[in-house]
């Protein structure tokens, strides 16, 4: 039995919300279950400033906090119950790990004394989650939760950010706390935390590398928005006139819009014409970026044999793919900063023509989508909707894709014309069902922006239900629906590899307005493009929840930017 708390002790439950207080958490969100009941009763009955947001469901939560974080640069937090609750929040967690985005997923648990007893929902947590996070424990003792807090919260924002998972029994959220414990480093509340700086002295090889180059060019990740180094890029890039690609991840490093900049490369989102500029390069700089199967078309541009120099604050991604000519461990601000002090006292450089390189390659580009997007043809080309879209909205938007149909068009020529994370996708893991859920994180995150949510309708299915949270909390988020009835990609990847031989793809169609309709959300369906502008527009500019079912030509029969279906 639990030993009833004294007048000057508090619970393990209590702990815990006066911790995430401490760090300045403002919303949680997530779903309730019996072995979180002390810990919702805390909830209820404390004073503070979190606002708990009740979903759906527990992966649905994961990925909120997941959007929230991006958008926020503070920790994302979610919380599910034991058993179902505990399996169901995983996919959230390990596509933040894979993505640095710091994820706190709290997990309730059976209590510590019912543990091989066969209490209903027992599971071994931290074994679940252990190869998933950054930081893993199941709580033993109230008084431990202070310091498991602490322990998650400065292992989630230092270093590459990654997810983290506490679990925490019912006996455990009862007994009791020590007041004395509450206490938070403020630091540790947003990421990246305590960032460090390069060694001087790979800084000049760096430079040195690239300086006898005779035409480099940068290939950026994440870390460059992680870390806010998008004003010290752009002194980098200009001061040198160098070539500028990026991964997905990366967009918003720079404006899309840059005259040094050539858009997302990669077999995913990228286009022939901008290969063509990887393909160029006698020395390829990555910067926060990981040089994965997608960014290279697996591992081809660059070809190997490329020289590289390589910017990350994590050292294991430095090698492991390409033989480094200098590797540089950093947070990439601060790697920025020093390269660009390097080449000041260095004196001015001639430049290497990046922007007369792109130019022409830019060109071929978007002469190729605009040939598409004015389209004409039904079903609706999934070109003339991220045209229409790119119309009607502002550069403040926030837009959030699945990875599915959306993914590549919106990389590909939904161009960003400001910098930092305006657009975003599940990069690591690519789970369906991704988007509707993030999207309320971002516009939890960042009211007052428009955020917009593109998915496919096999995504739809998965999450759909998260439109009554939306309709609940009046959130004005534009869902969008490519509708075509099939699981595109996989489709696709039988064309070009298996044959045509079409497998377990193919669905029904739904009727998206209607299910929107029937949560409250206003809704539209699109079938002609010339009336598709207007009611994107009409969508947008609606104070509420909106969603547009647009009948969408399959991915399959698609000229889609992607040159790997299998990555």
Known sequence: MANPPTPNAMTGAEALVRMLDAYEVRH????????TLPFYDALYRLDHRIEHILTRDERSAAYMADGYARVTKKVGVCEGPSGGGATYILPGLIEANESSVPVLAITSDVGTRAK???????????GLMRPLTKFNTVIQHADAVPDAVR???RTMTTGRPGSAHLGLPIDVQRDQANPDDIWADPAHARYPAYPFGPDPAAVEAALDAILSARFPVVICGGGIVLAGGEAAFARFVEALDIAVATTISGQGSIAETHPNCVGVVGSNGGVPATRELVQRADLVIFIGCRAGSVTTELWRYPAKGTRIVHVDSDPEVIGASYRTEVGVVSDARLALDALNAALEARGPQAGFGGAAAIAPLKARKWE???????STERPIRPERTIASLRAVLDDDAIVVGDPGTPCPYISAFYELRTTGRRLFSNRAHGALGYSLSAAVGAA???PGKKVVSLMGDGSFGFTCGELETVVRLNLPITFIV???AVYGWIKAGQRSSFGQRYFSVDFGRTDHRAVAEAFGVRAWQVEDPDQLEATLRAAVNHPGPTLVDIISQPLNEAAAPVSEWIA
């Open 28 to 35: 949680i969100f997530g779903l309730c279950g019996d072995t």
């Open 482 to 484: 490519f509708s075509n």
């Open 368 to 374: 190729g989508f605009h040939r598409l997007s004015g």
């Open 444 to 446: 939890v995150g960042a």
């Open 116 to 126: 091989g007893h066969y209490p209903l929902t027992e599971l071994d947590q931290q």
């Open 151 to 153: 322990t998650a919260f």
